[in-house]
């Protein structure tokens, strides 16, 4: 399988928007807010539809191919409470990428503010199904994520990118 069965080849929105989320009653935990957990369900599945909707890398080309992407490191920042049934949406944008591997940055924001109520930087590399080894994108798939790239480089820096975990003494 050499071509793409979803996605697009760009021009990509700068940042890409993920909409149509809200807070599920099962993810709400004793603080009376969005469980921590959670958060990374729903960046998960925000990120599933990026793969979709624009890149082609989700599920279909998954089960075409018997390779797609998994996440190998993940940083979330937290700054914002998300309340019961209080709806979001992500912007997406891809920092990097090469033959196998994307690294991205992503909001969460409030629908009703428009207030980052949590961020994500992760990289993902691309896993042979059969062998749990990496494996290169396919060229059309590597031409998508370096599009992206480019599309999405003019992008100010957001300060999460990069951050050290740590506690700061001064």
Known sequence: MTRPLSGHDGPYDAPVEIQGFSVLPEWIDYNGHMNVGFYGVAFDMALEKLMIDHLGLGE???????QGPYV???HMNFL????????FYFRFRMLDSDQKRGHYFAQMLSEKDNAICATQEALFMNVSHT????????????ARLA????????????PQ??????????
């Open 60 to 66: 279909v080309q998954v089960k075409a191919l018997g």
């Open 131 to 142: 062998t749990g080894r990496s494996e290169p994108y396919p060229d059309w798939a590597v």
């Open 80 to 87: 914002r409470e998300v309340q019961p049934d209080e709806s």
């Open 72 to 74: 190998l490191q993940s």
């Open 147 to 158: 599009r992206m790239v480019g599309d999405h480089a003019g992008l100010e820096a957001a």
């Open 161 to 170: 990118v990069g951050q050290a975990i740590g506690i700061r003494r001064t």
